[in-house]
């Protein structure tokens, strides 16, 4: 089982800026990809932001040129650097992992997800 730890939600101004976390432990192979989730209430949960352990990225065109996704792989984190907030990013963000524990495995974890709030 791998465990996803997330850090660095809280509450900014519209406009202000946030760095989020997310550290993978526990028994693990490889990581192929790791990103971040976000989940509006009443809505459903939406990819943000993706990057692969070769650094390939892939965002959400609502975030395209605010957000940054970054990955260490020797600590197995995952980093999103979040600019230029608006109200509309207000939600709670998830980290998403999908990794292998052995040869030929793919299987998936979820964070418990870090509240982000953005004030007008």
């Known amino acids: 089982q791998v465990q996803l730890v997330e850090s660095g939600g809280g509450l900014v101004q519209a406009g202000g800026s946030l760095r989020l976390s997310c550290a993978a432990s526990?028994?693990?192979?490889?990581?192929?990809?790791m990103g971040w989730y976000r989940q509006a209430p009443g809505k459903q949960r939406d990819l943000v932001a993706a990057?692969?352990?070769?650094?390939?990225?892939n965002y959400a065109d609502s975030v395209k040129g605010r957000f940054t996704i970054s990955r260490d792989n020797a600590k197995n984190t995952v980093y999103l650097q979040m600019n230029s907030l608006k109200p509309e990013d207000t939600a709670v963000y998830y980290c998403?992992?999908?990794?292998?524990?052995?040869?030929?495995?793919?299987?998936?974890?979820w964070g418990q997800g870090t509240q982000v709030t953005v004030s007008s």
């Open positions: 990057i692969t352990s070769g650094g390939s990225t």
């Open positions: 998403k992992a999908d990794y292998a524990r052995r040869w030929g495995e793919s299987v998936n974890s």
């Open positions: 526990g028994s693990i192979f490889s990581i192929r990809a």
